[in-house]
């Protein structure tokens, strides 16, 4: 018997595999970045198919086997997406596709988790005059937890994203752009 996994994990996409499978890329708070896949769930009687849509936080029960991961069972904790405006969802795609980028296929990184969730939580809930700090921050403490950047981040932890923290990113946004710019460039991709 294969050992069960239990963790928290937002859903950064999904792709099809086969008639009614799907390969979904999560991101999680105990494993990192892993591929699963979901049998069934493009199936229109899909059970974990609200759990496992784009921008979903969800609980999931994940099992390793010979062929990779196997999400097995998925309760919906949030459905980020719905809670986003259309420029917040631009803003959570292009970090989103930011970390995919950079990111090995299957990173182990657990601090990528908090930086993610807190970026979601402050787009979702702050007005949009903070979300292009918000976006400056969370790309660059991407690229510092991936070893791209070496300078100071600010905040003293990896998902507050607090108004004085997002009003440091303001006054310097040039700064930190050309640190984002430099640290991508550095990746090589």
């Given at each position: ?37 979901a049998q069934g769930i493009r ?124 009003s440091q990113i303001t006054g ?18």
């Open positions: 018997m294969r050992h069960k996994y239990q963790t928290r994990a937002i859903v950064l996409g999904r792709s099809p595999l086969g008639e009614a499978n799907a390969l979904i890329t999560l991101l999680t708070s105990d494993l990192g970045l892993v591929r699963v896949r199936k229109s009687s899909a059970k974990l198919a609200s759990a496992l849509a784009t921008f979903s936080e969800s609980e999931l029960v994940l099992v390793k086997g010979s062929e990779g991961w196997r999400a097995t069972g998925a309760v919906l904790a949030e459905q980020w997406h719905r809670r986003f405006t259309r420029p917040a969802r631009l803003r959570a795609g292009r970090i989103v596709n930011l970390l995919l980028r950079l990111a090995p296929s299957e990173s182990a990184d657990t601090a990528l988790f908090p930086i993610l969730h807190g970026f979601f939580n402050v787009i979702a809930t702050t007005d949009e005059s903070a979300h292009d700090a918000a976006e400056c921050l969370a790309a660059l403490r991407l690229l510092s937890s991936l070893g791209l950047d070496a300078g100071e981040v600010p905040g003293a932890t990896l998902s507050q994203y607090e108004p004085d923290i997002l310097a946004r040039a700064h930190f752009i050309t640190r984002i710019n430099r640290g991508i460039e550095a990746s090589g991709l």
